[in-house]
């Protein structure tokens, strides 16, 4: 069973940065590969980046640039560092195993507002 904890959202000004945290029940990140997603209200859940189990990464277009996702398997934990943050990036993040999620955790919710 895969579980996996988000942490690290807040509010912050536009312009500003935010690293949010995906702890994991145990070592996995070198067998899944693992995805940010977000949803912000009345919205569908998109994925914002992903790291493959090599260590590859992909990132959503509004994101590149801007974002960036890494893993730490010594301490089971992917993060997300967002930069330049935009109000258009609030929203609830997600971390899940990608491409085929498993359960939705709570979340961690990211507002952006001045």
């Known amino acids: 069973q895969v579980q996996l904890v988000e942490s690290g959202g807040g509010l912050v000004q536009p312009g500003g940065s935010l690293r949010l945290s995906c702890v994991a029940s145990?070592?996995?990140?070198?067998?899944?590969?693992i995805g940010w997603y977000r949803q912000a209200p009345g919205k569908q859940r998109e994925l914002v980046a992903v790291?493959?189990?090599?260590?590859?990464?992909n990132y959503a277009d509004s994101v590149k640039g801007r974002f960036t996702i890494s893993g730490d398997n010594a301490r089971n934990t992917v993060y997300l560092q967002m930069n330049s943050l935009k109000p258009e990036d609030t929203a609830v993040y997600y971390c899940n195993v990608w491409p085929t999620p498993r359960s939705w955790g709570q979340g961690t919710q990211v507002t952006v507002s001045s």
């Open positions: 145990g070592s996995i990140f070198s067998i899944y590969n």
């Open positions: 790291i493959r189990s090599g260590g590859s990464t």
